[in-house]
Nanobody, 115 residues
Framework: QVHLVESGGGLVQPGESLRLSCAAS????????MRWYRQAPGKQRELVAS???????NYADSVKGRFTISRDNAKNTVALQMNSLKPEDTAVYYC?????????WGQGTQVTVSS
């Protein structure tokens, strides 16, 4: 069984950076697209960034130029480098991965941007 475990959340001030990581456990599993979503209080979960196995990326307009998604296919990990953080980036961030017949979610990690 595959599990996704996120790490790297925390409390930072506006303008600072954070790096989120997500590792998929389970041997012999093929992982396809990987994504980061976020959900702020009272709002719907939204897609932040995605990356294919080939390395093609897409970003929400709100994070373009500030966030970078990357993955290591050999290690089944995905990261989200977040720079120039803003208070509106405050949310629970979730890792998401497509398997052959299902989609997996991590447990979420809190990111709070506040002065």
């Amino acid at each position: 069984q595959v599990h996704l475990v996120e790490s790297g959340g925390g409390l930072v001030q506006p303008g600072e950076s954070l790096r989120l990581s997500c590792a998929a456990s389970g041997s012999g599993v093929s992982i396809y697209a990987m994504r980061w979503y976020r959900q702020a209080p009272g709002k719907q979960r939204e897609l932040v960034a995605s990356v294919t196995t080939g390395g093609s990326t897409n970003y929400a307009d709100s994070v373009k130029g500030r966030f970078t998604i990357s993955r290591d296919n050999a290690k089944n990990t995905v990261a989200l480098q977040m720079n120039s953080l803003k208070p509106e980036d405050t949310a629970v961030y979730y890792c998401n991965a497509d398997l052959l017949h299902s989609t997996m979610w991590g447990q979420g990690t809190q990111v709070t941007v506040s002065s």
